[in-house]
């Protein structure tokens, strides 16, 4: 079924209006949905249940903002906490909205837990679900997000996929119906932001010259909640660059550093979590990138960029087998040697655009009632 779903297309009318829910809660999602809800919105229905996953300014309401995602119908406040609790409160909250609003459609993005509580939610109503980047696997059962993405797949009436590696991934579990290869609708996000991101003034602001700096991301709770391995990474970092790192700081890691009394190392500048538009900036101009986010490894290539991922493993393998990112871990031997690592890579073949049209495309097609 993969591409097929050329033949049938057909333009929206008015009276082909779906209703479509679209279930988000944490900020790389609120990335992948701007382009696709833009869209959406032009010729159907479409409610935003925010879960409140992530509630802070700087997580989430700037996001909106800058993306121009219309306000969310619903916040449903859930915050933090464990796993179980945090995703048993979406579960009872979103299906509270389901009922009351019956859509024709539920979408989830990513592989977060607004992401599984979305899945869920709609599969025991028998709402049919729409799963916005299917496919991805890290094979590393000890991520919770592996386990919200198996889960969320496997549920999924349709799974729209961003790379044939995805697709194959889904394939291999025994899922090829409704499978649709529709490229990455971050990379959309990505090039919709382009013309403000050449205006961000972020270089100015933290005093940067290009190419002058490194950019790091940490967040893991496998690299962040145990003292010794966070002490041992940002030491690391600090030691293999010869040039400042700036260290936009998530809250799960700004509250693992004071808990465990760490000293962060003079040349690692920490600052508050970004906006997208300053993010995507300082990565651009960056020297090298060390993340654990998974998002910004395709960011990264995309952007032209090389990454260190400080992980054994990656959803995107693509930037991997181009030379563009290393999968360091956390070793510090690893780490200088993929810092100190020559160019050239391989040529950068953009992640596919036009999904978050191709997804509408599909969803116009099927006119709510075919999948
Ligand atoms: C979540 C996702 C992860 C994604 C990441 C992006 C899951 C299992 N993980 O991880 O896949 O890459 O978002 O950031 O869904 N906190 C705040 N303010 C906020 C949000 C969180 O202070 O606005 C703090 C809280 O102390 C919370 C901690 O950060 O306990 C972790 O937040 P949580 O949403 O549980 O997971 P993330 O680590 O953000």
Same mark, same amino acid.
């Given at each position: 079924m993969?591409?097929?779903?050329a033949k ?5 009318t008015?009276s /082909?209006k +779906?209703?479509i &829910?679209?279930?988000?809660g &944490? ?9 696709v809800s833009r869209? $959406? ?5 479409? $409610? %935003?249940?925010?879960t *409140? ?5 700087e997580m989430? @309401? ?5 993306l121009g ?10 915050g ?5 609790e945090?995703?048993?409160k979406?579960?009872v ?5 389901? $009922? ?9 993005y990513?592989?977060?837990?607004s992401?599984?509580?979305g899945?869920?939610?709609?599969a025991?109503?028998n %709402? =049919? ?9 890290s #094979? /590393?059962r000890?991520m ?6 198996i889960v ?11 790379t044939y590696?995805?697709v194959?991934?889904l394939?291999?579990?025994? %899922?090829? *119906?409704?499978?649709f290869?529709?490229? @990455?609708t971050?990379?959309?996000a990505m090039?919709?932001?382009? =013309?403000?991101?050449w205006?961000?003034?972020i270089l100015?602001?933290?005093?940067? &010259?290009?190419?002058?700096y490194c950019?790091m991301t940490?967040?893991?709770p496998s ?8 002490? +041992?990474?940002l ?5 293999v660059?010869?040039?400042p790192? %700036?260290?936009?700081c ?5 509250e693992s550093i004071?808990?465990?009394g760490l000293?962060? =190392? &003079?040349?690692i500048?920490v600052v508050p979590?970004?906006g997208?538009?300053?993010m ?5 101009h ?13 960011e990264a290539y995309?952007l032209?960029?090389?990454c260190i991922?400080?992980?054994d493993?990656?959803e995107w393998?693509e930037t991997?087998?181009t *030379?563009?990112?290393?999968?360091a871990?956390t @070793?510090?031997?690893q ?6 690592r020559?160019? =050239? #890579?391989?040529? $950068?073949?953009l992640? /596919? +655009? ?8 599909i ?5 709510g009632?075919?999948?």
């Amino acid at each position: 079924m993969i591409l097929e779903y050329a033949k049938s297309l057909k333009p929206c009318t008015g009276s /082909d209006k +779906t209703k479509i &829910a679209t279930v988000v809660g &944490a900020r790389p999602q609120f990335i992948k949905c701007a382009p696709v809800s833009r869209l $959406i919105r032009e010729c159907h229905q479409e $409610i %935003i249940i925010h879960t *409140g996953q992530h509630y802070d300014e700087e997580m989430s @309401d700037i996001f909106f903002k800058e993306l121009g995602i219309p306000k969310p119908e619903y916040n449903l406040g859930v915050g933090s906490g464990t796993h179980g609790e945090q995703t048993a409160k979406m579960l009872v909250r979103i299906e509270y909205v389901l $009922i009351k609003e019956q859509p024709d459609i539920v979408m989830v993005y990513g592989d977060t837990n607004s992401t599984v509580a979305g899945a869920l939610a709609a599969a025991k109503l028998n %709402i =049919p679900l729409a799963h916005v980047e299917a496919g991805l696997r890290s #094979f /590393d059962r000890t991520m919770p997000e592996e386990i919200n993405r198996i889960v969320t797949d496997h549920l999924s009436i349709t799974n729209f996929s961003p790379t044939y590696a995805a697709v194959t991934n889904l394939k291999n579990e025994g %899922i090829t *119906g409704n499978v649709f290869l529709v490229g @990455d609708t971050t990379t959309d996000a990505m090039i919709m932001m382009m =013309p403000i991101v050449w205006r961000s003034d972020i270089l100015n602001r933290l005093n940067l &010259a290009k190419k002058q700096y490194c950019v790091m991301t940490l967040h893991r709770p496998s690299n962040t909640d145990t003292k010794d391995v966070l002490s +041992t990474i940002l030491n690391t970092i600090s030691g293999v660059s010869n040039l400042p790192i %700036i260290f936009p700081c998530h809250p799960r890691t700004r509250e693992s550093i004071f808990r465990n009394g760490l000293i962060v =190392p &003079a040349n690692i500048i920490v600052v508050p979590p970004m906006g997208y538009t300053d993010m995507l900036c300082l990565m651009k101009h960056a020297y090298r990138i060390f993340t654990d986010s998974g998002g910004m490894q395709k960011e990264a290539y995309n952007l032209g960029t090389p990454c260190i991922t400080l992980r054994d493993t990656t959803e995107w393998p693509e930037t991997v087998n181009t *030379g563009w990112n290393t999968l360091a871990g956390t @070793d510090p031997d690893q780490i200088k040697k993929a810092f100190d690592r020559d160019t =050239p #890579f391989d040529q $950068i073949t953009l992640y /596919d +655009t036009g999904a978050s049209r191709r997804i509408v495309e599909i969803l116009n097609g099927m006119n709510g009632d075919a999948i």
